[in-house]
């Protein structure tokens, strides 16, 4: 056992129970949802038995319990690219969450910034992040939004070459069901409609720099596409490969780099947002620089 996990045998007394009452039994102080957060991340049985929540432990087995990792706010100045009356766009650092979560408390950009953010960048990426200050701009871009009148593109440096100079995947996305993630999505016949395009910017040695134009807006959807075709983005520990690395690195536990690529980011960059301003008849096209790591 580590010496930042507590250990919880489960007795007669708890025998048949699910793991997630199992455990709130266990630790009374921790929420339904903080439950279920541990079992995906932090949570292990001695017997080597994958933690679900409606799993039942055998009598004699052991519950390990991971202390959450509460990351300290990170020094990282943050640049703004645009600013108007009402909303703002910053060039998010990759390492920084957009929004608050319980494994990071106070390290995203919303706590940070004191601001709202009209859209989502994973945790690992980069680049153009549209923030809105007050309840105008947030109805004008929430509708904007819905209605696909905003056009973002991402740059990605994948693995290996592209022989494609330019390429469109039409794919669905739906949830992982064998994944011990909840939110993990996967190419499936019954998901969501999802469109990428792309184009070659750079074959490299070893990978290749690309542009993407996604056409529908889900989940990891640039990420997935691209590991579907197998030139899944450089760092990528969630689709390049094996899940448990990246669970591995959720528990705080040490992985192997890619590349020289700190775990945790992966190379895709919002470089660019087209927006149509609050008067709906001019639109602002704004762009966040190349970051240097992505000169590998």
């Known amino acids: 056992m580590a010496a930042s996990e507590q250990s919880f045998p489960v007795t007669e007394a708890y025998r048949g129970m699910r793991l997630d ?61 645009h600013e108007c009356d009402g909303w703002s766009v910053i060039n998010k650092p990759a390492g920084i969450a957009t929004t608050p979560s319980s494994r990071r408390p106070g390290a995203d950009i919303a706590t940070l910034l004191n601001k709202a953010p009209a859209h989502r960048l994973d945790l690992g990426t980069s680049g153009c992040l549209l923030l809105v200050h007050n309840a105008d701009a947030a109805r004008h871009f929430e509708a904007a939004f819905r209605e696909r009148r905003i056009d973002k593109q991402y740059l990605a440096v994948v693995s290996g070459s592209v022989e494609q100079d330019a390429f469109t995947i039409n794919a669905p996305i739906g949830l992982d069901p064998d994944s011990r993630l909840p939110h993990k999505v996967r190419i499936a016949d019954d998901g969501a409609h999802a469109e990428t395009h792309f184009e070659v910017i750079e074959r490299r040695e070893h990978n290749t720099l690309v542009r993407a134009k996604p056409r529908t807006g889900r989940r990891h959807q640039i990420r997935v596409h691209l590991a579907h075709v197998g030139h899944a983005i450089l760092g990528d520990l969630l689709y390049g490969g094996d899940e448990r690395r990246f669970i591995r690195w959720l528990q705080g536990q040490p992985v192997e780099e890619v590349a020289g690529i700190p775990a945790g980011r992966h190379l895709l960059h919002a470089s660019e947002l087209v927006l149509p301003l609050p008067n709906n008849t001019d639109r602002l096209t704004v762009n966040a620089p190349l970051p240097a790591d992505f000169h590998l």
Do not use: C, H, W
């Open 21 to 81: 009452r199992f455990l709130q039994a266990m630790v009374p102080r921790m929420s339904r949802n903080a439950i279920q957060e541990a079992i995906e991340s932090r949570v292990r049985l001695e017997s080597g038995t994958e933690p679900k929540a409606n799993r039942r432990p055998a009598i004699g087995d052991i519950v390990y319990l991971a202390q959450r990792i509460v990351t300290e706010v990170p020094d990282i100045p943050i640049e703004t690219l």
